[in-house]
């Protein structure tokens, strides 16, 4: 979140895990009353916040998406197993005997 700061200033956090993807986010920043003024220093804080959380988002569509298309490629490769399995089991019975 956004909060007020003992050193004067608004101080952004952010903290978020995917354990499936191997991925951590811990960001914390500070935005300094002395260097953009008490009003300015608030809203580039909730706007950095905000933007960290857009990131968050778009980057879990992105996996979503390419979780779903590794889904189907596992399906599709199984269901070729599959069907060379049985045109094997059905087509090649008679030719292996010498």
Do not use: M, T
């Amino acid at each position: 979140g956004v909060r007020w700061h003992p050193i004067g200033g608004w101080r952004v956090q952010f903290d978020r895990r995917d354990y499936e993807h191997n991925f951590f986010v811990k960001c914390s920043c500070y935005f300094r009353v002395q260097l953009y003024g008490f009003d300015r220093a608030k809203e580039l804080a909730i706007a950095y916040r905000r933007r960290l959380e857009a990131e968050w988002d778009e980057q879990q569509r992105i996996w979503a998406k390419l979780d779903a298309e590794r889904a189907a490629a596992q399906a599709r490769r199984r269901e070729e197993r599959q069907l060379a399995a049985l045109s094997a089991d059905a087509g090649g019975g008679g030719q292996d005997i010498l």
